[in-house]
Structure formats: structure tokens, C-alpha cells
Nanobody, 120 residues
């Protein structure tokens, strides 16, 4: 079992910044990739940013240049630094991780989500 716990969401004015954190714990042997998704009311969940163990990253076009994803491999933690926030960034943000457990089973886990609200 692998658990993900997110933190750092909240209410911020447009143009402001927030930093999300997601810590993975449990029977983790290795993590291959971590990512942040978001889901706004009435919309489908979408990929915001992803990072693989080697450090390569990818971003949704809507957040490029404003958001930065990073990963602390030693702590099994992924961060999302969000700058120049816009009202359209308002959503529940979910962390995702994929890797292998100590039993060498592949896992894919989701966090419970953290609300980000950007006021205009």
C-alpha cells in the first residue's frame, strides 16, 4: 500500500503564488514518476505537470512558464510551485505517483486532493 498526502492548497488572489506538496509513504521500493492533475467543477481531470525519476518534466500548455514541478527523491515528495495564478487555475489538485512496492508490484496511487481557489 502506498499513500499520498497533499498539502499547500488555499485561497489566493490572481497574480499570487502557492506551493503544493505531496508526500508518498508506505511500502515503496521505487517511484518512477509523479504528477499533478487538476479537476475544475464540471470539467474532466487534466494533467498539469509530470516528472520522472530522471528529472524530465512536462507541462500542460496552460501552465507553462508559470508552474514548476520538482521532486525530492530521497523524501518521495513532489512539489508544484504555482506562480502568476489565474482564476482559471481554480480546481482541486491531485497528486499521482507510479512505481514499485517492496514486493516488486507496480503501483499507481492518487492523493485525496487539495483545493486551490484563485480570486479575481
Amino acid at each position: 500500500q502506498v499513500q499520498l498526502v497533499e498539502s499547500g492548497g488555499g485561497l489566493v488572489q490572481a497574480g499570487g503564488s502557492l506551493r503544493l506538496s505531496c508526500a508518498a509513504s508506505g511500502r515503496i521500493f521505487s517511484i518512477n514518476a509523479m504528477a499533478w492533475y487538476r479537476q475544475a467543477p464540471g470539467k474532466q481531470r487534466e494533467l498539469v505537470a509530470g516528472i520522472i525519476n530522471g528529472g524530465s518534466t512536462n507541462y500542460a500548455d496552460s501552465v507553462k512558464g508559470r508552474f514548476t514541478i520538482s521532486m525530492d527523491n530521497a523524501e518521495n515528495t513532489v512539489y508544484l510551485q504555482m506562480n502568476s495564478l489565474k482564476p482559471e487555475d481554480t480546481a482541486v489538485y491531485y497528486c499521482n505517483a507510479a512505481g514499485r512496492t517492496t514486493s516488486q508490484r507496480a503501483f499507481g496511487s492518487w492523493g485525496q486532493g487539495t483545493q486551490v481557489t484563485v480570486s479575481s
